[in-house]
T-cell receptor, first 113, second 110 residues
């Protein structure tokens, strides 16, 4: 069964360092999402892509976060510089355009020290 | 503001018990309501998706209902098992966007 892939699964970084996460959606899924889930809370949308275009990045802290999906397939989410409050699970999801269901990857657990 | 609330925040039950998890949403103009399961440190697994035109969906021992007018959804788990222990999240679907609740942490004791 096809799955959304994410790497790394775990990342520990020091405050002020740069960090990047990678996501490979299910083949054929044109819509891709990045979510942040703080411990004890539900996921919150950071950015949504349709193919290579950003559809919604209204909740993305653009002073330190950036996201790209250059060829409309895999995607990278970057944080520079990382802050203590960025410690969270970063989840990627994808779906087939025109359908409702989003499929989630295993996530990247980020710890900022 | 679109908000989703889940009650209770945590629940501990003995094996075999039937249980109900509650979800409420402030904006009734939802497209769908989706229930997910999340195991510790893992991603989300979709359990059930109820379209706005439907009132309920069933999958095995799980049954989810949706009442748009009252802004509520419930997830019913029959004959709970220790393997059901996880966090259960509901999400209101507004267009392309999912708005999640904080989840209910379920522990089923053997």
């Amino acid at each position: 069964e096809a799955e959304v892939a994410q790497s790394p699964r775990y990342k520990i970084t020091e405050k002020s360092q740069a960090v990047a996460f990678w996501c490979d959606p299910i083949s054929g899924h044109a819509t891709l999402y990045w979510y942040r889930q703080i411990l004890g809370q539900g996921p919150e949308l950071l950015v949504q892509f349709q193919d290579e275009s950003v559809v919604d990045d209204s909740q993305l802290p653009k002073d330190r976060f950036s996201a790209e999906r250059l060829k409309g397939v895999d995607s990278t989410l970057k944080i520079q510089p990382a802050e203590l409050g960025d410690s969270a699970m970063y989840l990627c999801a994808s779906r087939i355009t025109g359908t409702w269901e989003q499929y989630f990857g295993p996530g990247t657990r980020l710890t900022v020290t | 503001k679109q908000e989703v609330t889940q009650i209770p925040a945590a629940l501990s039950v003995p094996e075999g018990e039937n249980l109900v998890l509650n979800c409420s949403f402030t904006d009734s103009a939802i497209y769908n309501l989706q229930w997910f399961r999340q195991d510790p440190g893992k991603g989300l697994t979709s359990l059930l998706l109820i379209q706005s035109s439907q009132r309920e969906q069933t999958s095995g021992r799980l049954n989810a209902s949706l009442d748009k007018s009252s802004g509520r959804s419930t997830l019913y788990i029959a004959a709970s098992q220790p393997g059901d222990s996880a966090t259960y999240l509901c999400a209101a679907v507004y267009g392309n966007k999912l708005v999640f609740g904080a989840g209910t942490i379920l522990r089923v004791k053997s």
